[in-house]
């Protein structure tokens, strides 16, 4: 959808690693997965599609799998991709597991720290697991519960939120489906795209194009 600079693409990569922490998602392994998804969505060869699997630990389960085989494919050099986001050094570090152990780490100390009641705890998990977290409400809801501006579409893809506050616009899958190319996911008079307003920023400040 759109391109920046070597340099800020290397800046955006690194942010990437520092608020995604321990659940970091290998950049161009997520890549290659989401095109397959919008290749074959909704069909068998959909990496994550709920129509075919049906239960969430199954679904979450097929995915990992698909997503880790891309990941080492990347991580040995027997996949390479020319027009993803590649930082080979970060990307070691971000993969390793001692890394992903020293931010749940540091997620804990600002628990011991800052949390006012033990009931915060519970976030905890929620919060190890944040980038995985949302690729799944993504990939399962929004193929799975909504509504449809394009009913002519052949896959399950559906607008989950009327004003998709959740996943900054993720959320309306059928539109995306049916202009995978659109900067903005929004359509409807009351949808909102917050991740478009950021790009649109971001455009603005001539940061991407
Ligand atoms: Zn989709």
């Known amino acids: 959808m759109f391109k920046m600079s070597p340099f800020w693409e290397k800046t955006f990569f690194f942010l990437t690693f520092i608020f995604q922490g321990s659940s970091f998602l290998h950049p161009a392994a997520y890549s290659v997965m989401h095109r397959r998804h919008h290749s074959h969505a909704d069909t068998p060869k959909d990496p994550h599609s709920p129509v075919h699997l049906k239960n969430i630990i199954s679904f979450n389960l097929a995915t990992v799998v698909e997503y880790r085989k891309l990941v080492n494919e990347f991580m040995k050099g027997e996949r390479t991709i020319t027009d993803a986001p590649r930082w080979h050094r970060l ?42 977290m949302h690729g799944f409400i993504v990939n399962w809801f929004g193929h799975k519960t909504g509504y449809r501006n394009y009913d002519s579409m052949p896959d399950n893809s559906k607008n989950t939120l009327p004003v998709d506050f959740l996943m900054m616009g993720e959320l309306y899958q059928n539109n995306h489906h049916r202009k995978p190319k659109e900067l903005n996911f929004a359509v409807r008079w009351f949808e909102l795209d917050f991740g478009y307003l950021a790009t649109s920023v971001l455009k603005r400040l001539k940061i991407i194009y």
Not at 120 to 128: D, E, G, R, W
């Open 91 to 132: 990307e070691s570090i971000a993969e390793s597991l001692w890394t992903r152990v020293a931010f749940i780490f540091l997620y804990f100390l600002f628990y011991v720290f800052f949390a006012t009641s033990t009931w915060q705890y519970l976030l905890f998990p929620l919060h190890i697991t944040m980038g995985s």
